[in-house]
């Protein structure tokens, strides 16, 4: 069974950092795009980062500049560097794959909350 583990969230005040993790098992982490997510109160799921399997990156451009997205394909481990957080960044953060068109899978998400 697939399965994408998120950690790293936390409080933090404006101008901080923070780096999540995504632990994934059960799948070939290497050979797939993996992405971030996030959503927050009141609003729709926004994709803020993928990274291919070549390591070629993408970010959307409220976080360009700012996140930097990262794989370890030893450990089958996803990352993201957030720094310059802003308050808007506040959101429960997801990790994802697609492994094909109707099989796409989700961690159960960690709080990132920036606030003074």
């Known amino acids: 069974q697939v399965q994408l583990v998120e950690s790293g969230g936390g409080s933090v005040q404006p101008g901080g950092s923070l780096r999540l993790s995504c632990a994934a098992s059960?799948?070939?982490?290497?050979?797939?795009?993996m992405k971030w997510y996030r959503q927050a109160p009141g609003k729709e799921r926004e994709w803020v980062s993928s990274i291919w399997a070549s390591g070629n990156t993408f970010y959307g451009d409220s976080v360009k500049g700012r996140f930097t997205i990262s794989r370890d394909n030893v450990t089958s481990t996803l990352y993201q560097q957030m720094n310059s957080l802003k308050p808007e960044d506040t959101a429960v953060y997801y990790c994802n794959v697609e492994l094909s068109g109707d099989r796409a899978y989700w961690g159960q998400g960690t709080q990132v909350t920036v606030s003074s």
């Open positions: 059960d799948f070939i982490f290497s050979a797939y795009v």
